[in-house]
Structure formats: structure tokens, C-alpha cells
T-cell receptor, first 118, second 112 residues
Framework: GAVVSQHPSWVICKSGTSVKIECRSL??????MFWYRQFPKQSLMLMAT?????????EQGVEKDKFLINHASLTLSTLTVTSAHPEDSSFYIC??????????????FGPGTRLTVL | GNSVTQMEGPVTLSEEAFLTINCTYT??????LFWYVQYPGEGLQLLLK?????DKGSNKGFEATYRKETTSFHLEKGSVQVSDSAVYFC???????????FGTGTSLTVIP
């Protein structure tokens, strides 16, 4: 099946710094990728929809200036957490849809990135 | 609106016991329904799915049937194993938006 990777798998940073997380579709081209945030023992919350070649669509309550999303190619989307603070510590997960598969509603999820802000 | 309500956990079962995790949904359109599994330290993996009413998704001994009349998609397995210990998420997706709506997850622990 389709594979989505994320890098890094975990990162620790100081408060006030910026962190970039990469999401790649390894064996398919994804015009649309999604970024989720998962708090401990809670469900995934959609943060934004990343569209290749255009601006991301953010969910209500998500600060677009804080969580910068860039989808520069059909296989790569990046999420940059700017001026990170301890409350930004979380598990960030991306997913991608393979438009060429028979079931276009299926999404493939990356393994997630654990961000800890000190 | 669109939402998924999932049985709260945690659930602890003995090996070979029968498993049911309840999931109900509300949707503004005609959703596809999914069960995802998250093993400790790993990302989400698709377990099974159903795209229309009365469809049954199945994989690795797990089954779930899309029940439109009860708006449900309960996950079942006849005999659980220790290796099934994980967090299970019910989710729906609408064709029009590609967005996934997840339940809160149910943690399952299977003891020998």
C-alpha cells in the first residue's frame, strides 16, 4: 500500500525557536495532504489541509501564522511551528490521499512527529 | 454536523475473549466509515473500511458492518490476542471534503 513518511520522528526544542516537520508521500503523488494534532490519550484533530501549489486551508481556531504549511511539490508538505511554546508540545501527524487508487476516500497516515518544547 | 462517537475505554480483555467496540456517527452526507489502529509508538494504520450501507469491512479477524439505520459501525473480533493491544479509532470521511472525523479512540489491552 501507499507509504507516507515524516521527519523527524521526534524533536526537542527550546521555547521561542521554530521547528519544521516534513511529510512525504513515498510511492505516490499527493495533491492534498492533511495535518493533524494528537494530544495524549485523545483523538486526532485536523489542523489544516495542505494543497499543492496553493495556500493551505486552516481549521477554525488554528493560527495560520504560527503553523506555517507549505506544499511545494506533489510529494512533500512541511509544517513549521514558529516561535514554539511548551503548549505546542504534541504529536503531529500528516496524512495524504492517493488520487489514483480505486478508493479515493482512503487516506494514508504518517508515523507522526513527537514535538517537545522546553 | 459531522461527528463520531466512540465507546470509551480503556478496555481490558483476556486472550481469546470476544471484542466489541461501539461506534456511532452523524454525517451530513453519505460517509465512508473506517477503523484505524495505532500500536504503541507507531502511527495510524488502516484496519478496515466500508463505503456504503450494509457493507462489511474485515481484516485480521476484525469485522465491522456499516449500519445506516442505526448509524453505527461497531468493531468486533471473535478471539483477541495479546498482539491486538492498541488504540482503535473509528472515523468517517465524506466524499465532498476529504476531511476525516475521528472518534476519541478506545484503548484495548489484552492480557494472557
Amino acid at each position: 500500500g501507499a507509504v507516507v513518511s515524516q521527519h523527524p520522528s521526534w524533536v526537542i526544542c527550546k521555547s521561542g525557536t521554530s521547528v519544521k516537520i516534513e511529510c512525504r508521500s513515498l510511492d505516490f503523488q499527493a495533491t492534498t495532504m492533511f495535518w493533524y494534532r494528537q494530544f495524549p490519550k485523545q483523538s486526532l484533530m485536523l489542523m489544516a489541509t495542505s494543497n499543492e501549489g496553493s495556500k493551505a486551508t486552516y481549521e477554525q481556531g488554528v493560527e495560520k501564522d504560527k503553523f506555517l504549511i507549505n506544499h511545494a511539490s506533489l510529494t512533500l508538505s512541511t509544517l513549521t511551528v514558529t516561535s514554539a511554546h511548551p503548549e505546542d508540545s504534541s504529536f503531529y501527524i500528516c496524512s495524504a490521499r492517493d488520487p489514483l487508487t480505486e478508493s479515493t476516500d482512503t487516506q494514508y497516515f504518517g508515523p507522526g512527529t513527537r514535538l517537545t518544547v522546553l | 454536523g459531522n461527528s463520531v462517537t466512540q465507546m470509551e475505554g480503556p478496555v481490558t480483555l483476556s486472550e481469546e475473549a470476544f471484542l466489541t467496540i461501539n461506534c456511532t456517527y452523524t454525517a451530513t452526507g453519505y460517509p465512508s466509515l473506517f477503523w484505524y489502529v495505532q500500536y504503541p509508538g507507531e502511527g495510524l494504520q488502516l484496519l478496515l473500511k466500508a463505503t456504503k450501507a450494509d457493507d462489511k469491512g474485515s481484516n485480521k479477524g476484525f469485522e465491522a458492518t456499516y449500519r445506516k439505520e442505526t448509524t453505527s459501525f461497531h468493531l468486533e473480533k471473535g478471539s483477541v490476542q495479546v498482539s491486538d493491544s492498541a488504540v482503535y479509532f473509528c472515523a468517517l470521511s465524506l466524499w465532498t471534503g476529504n476531511q476525516f472525523y475521528f472518534g476519541t479512540g478506545t484503548s484495548l489491552t489484552v492480557i494472557p
